[in-house]
């Protein structure tokens, strides 16, 4: 069975920073990409960026491209986000996904993390 | 990247069909067809129910079907069961590795 299993709820000040985990398990982690899609209170989905465990291709989405981080850890199937410089806007639900190679659907998520960001 | 258009709310009687759209520009979900959509109860993390425009994941009902049209995709539930109610989301590849995600529809069961 495959599993993403995200790591637990951070609650952080503004100007922090905050880095989320994702693990992955029940497939070859090497041949899908992980995927970063975020959900503020009440609001929609947003995708952040994703990365290949592939290739190592990194592509951020343009609102989060000068604040985030994504690396992965192959020997450890886990892939993670840093988010610089957080603002109350940045309060929000953040889940992993799985990504298929050269295709652009999510077929798998994690549970999600809760990230507060408050003074 | 604006977001796709949907609209926020369908519903629909048990047993009907209901169809929810979502519009883009010919540089997402009318160029490429990398269209999905999530269904998505309130609390818990989205699931892939339809992906590349029309194509079912497994174990997902047949009552969920997909289709586009120039540059508006379109998410058909047929056969409405009480258990539909939920948020539905579509997204589209947008070109240079980014995705786009449409607002969200809430999917009401009368």
């Known amino acids: 069975q495959i599993h993403l299993v995200q790591s637990g709820a951070e609650v952080k000040k503004p100007g922090a920073s905050v880095r989320l985990s994702c693990k992955a398990s029940?497939?070859?982690?090497?041949?899908?990409?992980i995927t970063w899609v975020r959900q503020a209170p009440g609001r929609g989905l947003e995708w952040v960026g994703w990365?290949?465990?592939?290739?190592?291709?990194?592509n951020y989405g343009e609102k989060f491209q000068d604040r985030v981080i994504m690396t992965t850890d192959t020997d450890a199937t886990t892939t993670y986000m840093e988010l610089k410089s957080l603002e109350s806007d940045d309060t929000a639900v953040y889940y992993c996904?799985?990504?298929?190679?050269?295709?652009?659907?999510?077929?798998?998520w994690g549970e999600g993390t809760v990230v507060t960001v408050s003074s | 990247q604006a977001a796709l258009t949907q609209p926020p709310s369908a519903s629909g009687s048990p047993g009907q069909s209901v169809t929810i759209s979502c519009t883009g520009t010919?540089?997402?979900?009318?160029?490429?067809?990398?269209v999905s959509w999530y269904q998505q109860y309130p609390g818990k993390a989205p699931q892939l129910i339809i992906y590349?425009?029309?194509k079912r994941p497994s174990g997902v009902p047949d009552r969920f079907s997909g289709s586009k049209s120039g540059n508006t995709a379109s998410l058909t539930v047929s056969r409405l069961q009480p258990d539909d109610e939920s948020n539905f989301y579509c997204?589209?590849?947008?070109?240079?590795?980014?995705?786009?995600f449409g607002g969200g529809t809430t999917l009401t069961v009368l």
């Open positions: 996904a799985r990504v298929r190679a050269g295709s652009g659907f999510f077929d798998h």
């Open positions: 997204a589209s590849y947008a070109g240079s590795n980014n995705v786009v």
């Open positions: 590349d425009v029309d």
């Open positions: 010919s540089g997402d979900v009318g160029g490429y067809d990398f």
């Open positions: 029940g497939y070859t982690f090497t041949t899908f990409g």
């Open positions: 990365i290949s465990a592939y290739d190592s291709n990194i």
